[in-house]
Structure formats: structure tokens, C-alpha cells
């Protein structure tokens, strides 16, 4: 018996039920038909509140906080009793959620080093290149006015431009349009939102300095001029710093998601039912489907 | 140590290992900090870019078209998308959270929903995120660091591990802890405590990660969803902020006592959150057209007559309105515009958002938008100040955190509508009692908003959108310039450089003319150029709404500009339909008809200078496919009848008002 008490397990389970009894005696916590809102909940309300009205609840708006709570805590337990929240989607995905939320979060806690940031920035270099700029001037023949003579015009006029040279006064030639005539160094990108794709390729193997055309674009023909160009290139660190660590941490946190279910699915062994008559769906094994992250 | 002792320990340390993982407490925030510390914010650093960098350093140039103070592209964006973190996207299927939403917006390739490789034609310029404030969570900053809990071995053994990069390690251990425990109910209410994280701090964080001034701008905003008995009441709130301003706030949601469902009240939390924090928000409206006759309110709205304050309030907040999205395009109705045959477009006119009600005719005045502009003018004669002067945009409320709606790229509403031979087929939703019933092939692929802001920033294209210089498109990328005058003349339309008259002889889309000068008679340079990659133009329109004198409102629709030699009907005034190129079978068009570029200049022919008016312009393409028809095409499914399987795209700018004073 002396030996039984002295064993550290008794004595801490002894210790245990004198805390659990005293803790009942003081008015313990919440369980079974008891609610208790307590000191903690009634702060989380009202500082809800505050966020979202810029100002603490009245008496009677914390009132209704509360109420509301204790209604939401007692359909909370009943529904568990219940049962209801088996097989709820929405239950499910949201618990889901938070179960990543839990692993993403960890991630977010270790920013990664400038080393991390240098190394991912070598291996993904053409993630991050800056984009190849280019400045030009237009002149513009529209099919529609001119029809079958557009091309001949196109020569004419590229003629004429040739021999004005890069700062011609094209005013008055070619046809009027929305379409800029000048446009000044910009990514090559903007080109071709503004002109579509063919014409910003059209454009890439013309030399500076000199009218060139016609290049074709969805509106009609266009005399280039290309005034410079500014080849793409991979930046310091120092100026893709935020979008780097952006692409480092969305990696880890996709890494993390898939070693926890890793993890959590060597607890696990997955059976999946076949139908009875079975078309050859294939025989994806149970270890198969267990491995794979969603 | 003994396995009892490890098991007494582990509560502890699990509050711990909670706390540790809060990033406020470990960076030891202040008071007013929010929860989720951003990181550095790249456009509080500034970012060098080389392209503004050279504009900057240009010497004088003798070409008048170097360093133009007005864009020469507007910029495209989505205001209006839900991601996982909507209740009602995540029911649906949806698992692209807010960082796959924008990676995809900024051009990248990326698995939808339903597992299928998806990627825009183009990259979009800017998107807001605004997933549903109701359920996106609230989470205290309050703080209590117990520094006897740091002793704890296990605790700072998971802390440590935490910082050292082995998070994930940390987070098995604590979870596997966590379904042993069993502990105070006021550690579950810690503040900070990660497993109760709320979606509104995710979304701050991934709007402030993927935002990069000068390339791709994203907004912070959630989407407010007043819902009443199935009546949309709902807005869209952007933030012209970053993360810094806009967490310390929560959201405002529809139930009370912490949200409303009066938008009387939204405003109220708008005004204080630009009180507290010094930043600016707006607030986009949407579906007028699933309203149930409350979008437009003229007499009363949530049983209070119509005042000052209201009017004065809602023309302060609600500088836009989204008048064309997926759940049908908003702009007029042909019970409304009986003798406008464009009206009739991608219509949802059956009842409210859930189907519980059906729409009655005499609801329809007081959701659509060129009613709406119309009755403004009637208020604001009445109140003093116009309710209903409003912008327009269009945008998806895609709930796939997919921005499609290109025609032959189209990614459906929700996730079961992500391309499948079923989605043609398939019922939208439908109410029994009521028999309001939807089918998947209503839905439409629209739209966008388009801004004309001088720069690819926050602050920039929030503030083109206050000042609503925007238009909205079905769906296309065509490039939409109005702009109203006193002295613009038709050969104004044949010059190089029009956006340089437009701004220096009058005002923009969503601007004001006043008091005509004597004599004179508002003039509007107009034009449009078809989207790069897509269909030639018909025609462009301007709407003309006025008050008369008797206090009645009209409307009438002029053709201005349109392709080829077709002559207005001598009778009617209307220039015939331009016909169509469409092949259904094999889903194409041809640019044989219509034309690339459209402009002129435009006086009105009935203007009296006492009458309050609005203008504005609708641009309308030659037919194409649908996406019903790429869908019959690539699937070799047959639509159901009655399913429309072609479309005339459209942009509609902002209005220009006239006021006699």
C-alpha cells in the first residue's frame, strides 16, 4: 500500500482529482446544460464589434452579442448531439481550412533567408527577368479606306519615311487612328495589349533607326519605326526582393500541405469500394490513392 | 520524462506553441498593429521602374506624343471575385484561394477547380478579391503574452522549431497534440490562436503579396451581401489602402448586431473606417436586375421615406455600378425601352437571387441602370443631389477565383460550371413553389471593368474609378473614349491624336458639363477601337436620358457612328443591323463585316438648356459566338432549345451629365 502511494502516477493522479473537485467547487468551466461566457469571450465579443464599428458595443448591443452567443453555443451542442455535423460538406471543407491554415501559418513564421531568396532567384531566373522594352512611331493604312491599294500605299509611304528619316513629320501621312503614333519605351507586353500579339512580333526583328514595313496587325498595316530597344534581363534581388519571397513562400507552404498528409496518411489505411460489376476503371491501389496529396 | 508527465505538459505547451505561432506576438505589436503583421509594402518602398524612370529623365522633347499626361490604354480588371473563402464558392467546389486568383488574373497557366489546365488570353491589369464578409471570421488583437509559458521545454521546443524552418514538423506535432487535449475554454478564445484565423487577413496578405505597382494591381475587398428574402442588395468594397490600413478593421457582414442589411448602414461603416484609419473605400452595387425592385429606390428604402441624407450619402459612396456580370446584364430592359432593339441582352428577369419571388413588371423601373440615371435626375431636382450618378464597370463574380469571361474561355459561374459536356444542360438553380427556374446556359461570360487611370497602381485606378472615369464590356477588351464639350466639331474625329482634344475641349466619361454657354449645344467626340484579338465593331450609340419641364423622364438612343455605307432608315433614324458572319457549327466569325475603328463627334439635336440630362455611350460589336456554341462545338453536345448560342458584345462608358447650373 505505502509503496502503491508513493508511486509518482498516484500521487499525480490524486493531485489531479483534488484540482479537478476544487476546480467543480469554484464553478469550473462549461459542460453538459452549463454555459458559462466567460471574461476571454465577452473581450472577443465586444473587440468584434469595435473592429467593425470603430467604436466599443452599448449595454444593450453587447446584450445582444451575448444572446446571440449563447444561442449559437447551445445550437452549437445540440447539432453535435445531433449529429448534424456528420457529413456536412461545408463542415468538413472548413475544418479542412483550418487544418492548413494551421500548416501555412508555421511556414509564414521562418522568412526565408537571403540566401533562399538568391538561390530560388538562379534556378527560376526567367520567372523574374524584367521584361524587353521597346520605343517606336507608327503610321497607319487602314484596308477599309483604302482596299486593294493599301499595300502599294504602304510602299509609297515607307519610300517617303525612309528618306524623311526617323523624326518625320508624319502628320499627314497614312490614315488617322486611335491607335497611338508614338509610343515611348514601355515592356513589350503593352505592345501587344494595344496592337495583339502579331504585331508585337512583327516588330521584335526590326533594327532601330531605320522605317520598316508594313507589319500587320487585326486593324490593318503599319510603318514601323523602332527608336530603341531595351533587351530583358534578370534584376538584382534587391528590386524582385517581395515577389521572390512571394514565390519562395508559396513553395514552402505547397510543400508543407503535402509532407502533413504525408504524414497523417501513414496513420491511415484507405480501402476503396469498387462497384460490383467492374469495368475496367482501373486498378489504382489503395496505397496509390492513399499517396496522393488533394 | 514520464509519459504522465509529458501528457500533463502538453496543454501547456500547446497554448504555447499557439501563441508562438502568432506573428504579432512574437514581433511584440503594439495596441493598434493589425493582427497578421503585412510584410514591407513594395509600394510604400517604391519600386524602380526603368520604363517611369525614363519618362522621368527625358530631356524636353520637340514630339508632342512623348510624356502625355493621359494614358493611351485604359486598364482591364475583374472588381468582383470570390475565391474558396467564400461560403458559398467553397460549398460549391471551389479550392483556388486567393493567391491562384491572382497568379491567374497576371497571366499565369494554373489547375482549375475541376483540375483542367486554364489561362487568360491576355493578362488582366488589376483584381479585386472580394469574397463574402460573412464568415471570412473576426479575430481580436488583443494580447497577453504569459512569459512562464515560454519556460515550458516542449513549448519552446516547438517554437524553436517553428523559427527554424521546420514548421510543418511543429504543426503535426501540435495538431496530433491538439486531439488530446482537452483544456481551459478561455485558451480557445487567445487571441492570435492560428486555427481560428479568418479568410479577411489571408486575402489582406495575398492582395498586398501579388500587388506590384506598374505591372498588376490588386485591391483589397470583400464583397457586402445584403440578402434579405432573396432580394440582392449587395455591394463590392475596394479599398484604395493596403494591408496596414485596411486590418484594422473587420469587415462589415449582414447580421446584426455586428453588420446590417441597409446599405444606409454599409456607408456608416465606410465613413468610419476612413475616420479611423484616414484611407478611402467605395462601393459598387450590383444586380439591380435581382433586386426585386429595391436597387433604385424613388419613394422609400427599408421603410424610410427618401431624404438628403440618403441621396447625399449614396451619391458619396456608390460612385460606380457593376451593370453587367454573369447573373445577367443590367443595362436596359425592353419592357423599359420599347423602341431600343438592342435592350433584349443576356436578360435575367425572372424573379430575385434565389428565386423566391418572381419578378413583377412594375419591379423592373427600379433595377436597371438607364431607369436608374434617369430617376436620379427626378431626385435630384426633388433632394438636391442625384443618388443614381453612377459609373459603370462590368465584372465576373466568377466564384471559381477564375476571372474568365472571354467567350471561348469561359470557366463557368461556379465550380460544377467549369468546362464539361453537362454544363449546357444543366439547371443553374430553381425554386419549386415559385417555378423561377435557371438553367447553366443563361449564365453569361461577362464582363469587365475597364479604367482609365494614368498609372497601374492602387492609388490610380481607385481614384479613375471615384471620379468614374470607367466603362464596362461584356466581356471584350475594346478601347471605349467619350468625351462631352461645347466646342468640339466633326473634324475633330479626324484627328490623330482625339484623347488630346477630348481632354483639353471637354470632360471625360463621368464627368460634368454646366450650364450651357449661350447658344451653344453639347458636342461628344467619340470612338472606339475593336479589342486587338477580337470582333469588328457595329455601331456606337449615345443615350441620351433628360428631365422635362413637367418632371417626366425619357430616353432616346442615337446612332452615331457605324461601320461600312449603311444609311439610317429615313422613317426611323435607325441604321439597319450590320448582319452577321457567324458560323455556328464550327464556332467562328469573320471580320468581313463591321469595321476595326469607329469615331465621331456628335451634337445633340433636342438639347434645351434647362433640362437636366445624362449622355453616355454603347459600343456594340458584330455577332459571335457564344459560349454555348464553343461549348456544342468542342463537345459535340446539342443545346438545349431556346439556349442562346450567339452574342453582340458591348461596352458601355460612364455617363456625362448636363446640368443647367
Known amino acids: ?294 | 520524462m514520464t509519459m504522465l508527465e509529458r501528457a500533463i505538459r502538453v496543454p501547456f505547451a500547446l497554448a504555447l506553441a499557439l501563441i508562438a505561432s502568432s506573428p504579432a506576438l512574437a514581433l511584440g505589436a503594439g495596441q493598434d498593429e493589425p493582427a497578421a503583421a503585412p510584410k514591407a509594402f513594395p509600394q510604400d518602398a517604391g519600386q524602380n521602374d526603368p520604363a517611369a524612370a525614363a519618362k522621368a529623365f527625358q530631356k524636353p522633347a520637340y514630339s508632342p506624343y512623348a510624356r502625355r499626361t493621359y494614358p493611351t490604354r485604359p486598364l482591364f480588371g475583374d472588381t468582383h471575385l470570390h475565391t474558396a473563402a467564400s461560403f458559398d464558392a467553397g460549398a460549391f467546389g471551389a479550392r483556388l484561394g486567393a493567391r491562384d486568383a491572382y497568379r491567374f488574373a497576371r497571366g499565369e497557366e494554373v489547375t482549375s477547380n475541376t483540375g483542367q489546365p486554364v489561362k487568360l488570353s491576355r493578362p488582366l491589369d488589376f483584381l479585386v478579391v472580394s469574397d463574402h464578409s460573412d464568415n471570412m471570421g473576426f479575430f481580436p488583437d488583443l494580447y497577453a503574452g504569459k512569459p512562464e509559458l515560454l519556460a515550458d521545454p516542449t513549448g519552446r521546443r516547438w517554437y524553436d522549431m517553428i523559427k527554424s524552418g521546420k514548421g510543418e514538423q511543429a504543426a503535426i506535432e501540435i495538431i496530433q497534440a491538439f486531439s488530446q487535449g482537452t483544456f481551459p475554454k478561455d485558451l480557445i478564445y487567445f487571441p492570435g490562436t492560428r486555427a481560428y484565423r479568418g479568410a479577411w487577413q489571408n486575402n489582406i496578405a495575398a492582395a498586398d503579396q501579388y500587388n506590384e505597382p506598374g505591372r498588376f494591381t490588386a485591391f483589397i475587398g470583400y464583397e457586402w451581401t445584403s440578402n434579405t428574402g432573396g432580394n440582392n442588395l449587395h455591394r463590392n468594397v475596394i479599398f484604395r489602402d493596403g494591408g496596414g490600413k485596411a486590418s484594422q478593421v473587420e469587415p462589415f457582414t449582414v447580421y446584426k448586431p455586428y453588420g446590417s442589411d441597409n446599405p444606409a448602414d454599409l456607408w456608416k461603416w465606410m465613413d468610419a473606417y476612413e475616420k479611423k484609419t484616414g484611407g478611402s473605400v467605395l462601393a459598387i452595387p450590383h444586380n439591380g436586375n435581382l433586386s426585386n425592385g429595391l436597387m433604385f429606390p424613388v419613394v422609400e428604402e427599408f421603410g424610410k421615406k427618401l431624404d438628403r441624407a440618403y441621396v447625399e450619402s449614396r451619391a458619396h459612396w456608390e460612385r460606380l455600378y457593376e451593370v453587367t456580370q454573369t447573373k445577367g446584364t443590367g443595362e436596359a430592359h425592353p419592357v423599359l425601352s420599347p423602341n431600343d432593339e438592342f435592350a433584349d441582352f443576356e436578360i435575367w428577369d425572372k424573379g430575385n437571387l434565389d428565386g423566391s419571388v418572381p419578378k413583377q413588371k412594375s419591379m423592373l423601373e427600379f433595377e436597371y441602370a438607364r431607369s436608374a440615371l434617369k430617376n436620379g435626375l427626378k431626385l435630384e431636382q426633388r433632394l438636391g443631389t442625384n443618388p443614381y450618378k453612377f459609373g459603370l464597370i462590368g465584372s465576373s463574380d466568377a466564384h471559381t477565383g477564375l476571372s474568365t469571361v472571354e467567350e471561348d474561355n469561359f470557366f463557368g459561374k461556379t465550380a460544377p460550371q467549369e468546362p464539361s459536356p453537362e454544363r449546357m444542360g444543366a439547371t443553374f438553380f430553381e425554386d419549386p413553389k415559385t417555378g423561377v427556374k435557371i438553367m447553366d446556359w443563361e449564365v453569361g461570360a461577362s464582363g469587365y471593368a475597364a479604367v482609365w487611370a494614368a498609372e497601374n497602381t492602387r492609388e490610380a485606378i481607385w481614384d479613375a474609378m471615384e471620379r468614374r472615369e470607367t466603362y464596362a464590356t461584356t466581356g471584350t477588351r475594346m478601347i471605349v473614349r467619350f468625351f462631352g464639350g461645347w466646342e468640339f466639331e466633326p473634324k475633330d474625329a479626324d484627328n490623330r491624336m482625339p484623347a488630346t482634344i477630348g481632354y483639353a475641349r471637354g470632360v471625360p466619361m463621368g464627368g460634368d458639363l454646366r450650364k450651357a454657354p449661350a447658344g451653344k449645344t453639347p458636342t461628344f467626340l467619340v470612338g472606339a477601337l475593336k479589342d486587338p484579338i477580337g470582333a469588328n465593331l457595329d455601331r456606337i450609340q449615345i443615350v441620351k436620358g433628360w428631365l422635362d419641364g413637367k418632371g417626366e423622364v425619357h430616353e432616346q438612343v442615337y446612332d452615331v457612328a457605324w461601320s461600312g455605307d449603311r444609311k439610317p432608315d429615313p422613317k426611323t433614324g435607325k441604321v439597319p443591323l450590320v448582319g452577321s458572319t457567324v458560323k455556328l457549327e464550327e464556332a467562328t466569325w469573320t471580320n468581313t463585316i463591321g469595321a476595326p475603328e469607329l469615331i465621331a463627334v456628335w451634337k445633340d439635336p433636342a438639347f434645351d438648356p434647362a433640362q437636366r440630362a445624362f449622355y453616355y455611350a454603347r459600343v456594340i460589336e458584330i455577332p459571335t459566338p457564344r459560349w454555348t456554341a464553343y461549348d456544342a462545338k468542342r463537345f459535340g453536345v446539342k443545346p438545349l432549345p431556346g439556349t442562346r448560342m450567339t452574342v453582340t458584345e458591348r461596352a458601355y462608358t460612364a455617363p456625362i451629365w448636363y446640368s443647367p447650373k
Open chain 1, 1 to 294: 500500500m505505502r509503496s502503491t502511494l508513493r508511486e509518482p502516477l498516484i500521487q499525480f493522479l490524486a493531485l489531479g482529482l483534488l484540482l479537478f473537485l476544487f476546480f467543480e467547487w469554484r464553478g469550473g468551466g462549461s459542460g453538459g446544460s452549463r454555459i458559462v461566457v466567460t471574461h476571454g469571450e465577452l473581450e472577443h465579443l465586444a473587440s468584434g464589434f469595435a473592429r467593425t464599428w470603430q467604436r466599443p458595443p452599448t449595454d444593450e448591443e453587447l446584450k445582444a452579442l451575448v444572446d446571440d452567443r449563447v444561442k449559437e453555443e447551445i445550437a452549437a451542442r445540440e447539432a453535435v448531439a445531433s449529429g448534424l455535423d456528420r457529413d456536412d460538406t461545408i463542415i468538413r471543407r472548413r475544418l479542412r481550412q483550418k487544418l492548413e491554415f494551421v500548416v501555412e501559418d508555421t511556414v509564414e513564421q521562418a522568412p526565408p533567408t537571403d540566401a533562399d531568396l538568391k538561390a530560388w532567384l538562379d534556378t527560376h531566373a526567367d520567372a523574374f527577368r524584367s521584361e524587353a522594352q521597346v520605343s517606336f512611331r507608327q503610321v497607319f493604312l487602314s484596308p477599309e479606306r483604302r482596299g486593294a491599294r493599301a499595300s502599294a500605299d504602304a510602299a509609297q509611304i515607307l519610300a517617303r519615311l525612309r528618306v524623311a528619316g526617323p523624326d518625320a513629320d508624319t502628320a499627314r501621312l497614312g490614315d488617322a487612328t486611335m491607335l497611338p503614333a508614338e509610343l515611348p519605351l514601355e515592356p513589350v507586353r503593352e505592345v501587344r495589349l494595344s496592337f495583339g500579339e502579331g504585331f508585337a512580333r512583327g516588330i521584335e526583328a526590326l533594327a532601330p533607326g531605320e522605317w520598316a514595313g508594313p507589319v500587320q496587325s487585326s486593324y490593318g498595316l503599319h510603318l514601323v519605326l523602332v527608336r530603341e530597344r531595351v533587351p530583358a534581363s534578370v534584376p538584382e534581388l534587391a528590386s524582385v526582393r517581395p515577389e521572390v519571397e512571394r514565390e519562395v513562400v508559396a513553395e514552402r507552404r505547397r510543400r508543407a500541405l503535402e509532407a502533413l498528409y504525408r504524414r497523417l496518411l501513414e496513420k491511415y489505411t484507405v480501402e476503396i469500394e469498387r462497384p460490383a460489376s467492374s469495368s475496367s476503371t482501373g486498378s489504382a491501389s489503395a496505397t496509390a490513392a492513399a499517396g496522393a496529396p488533394r
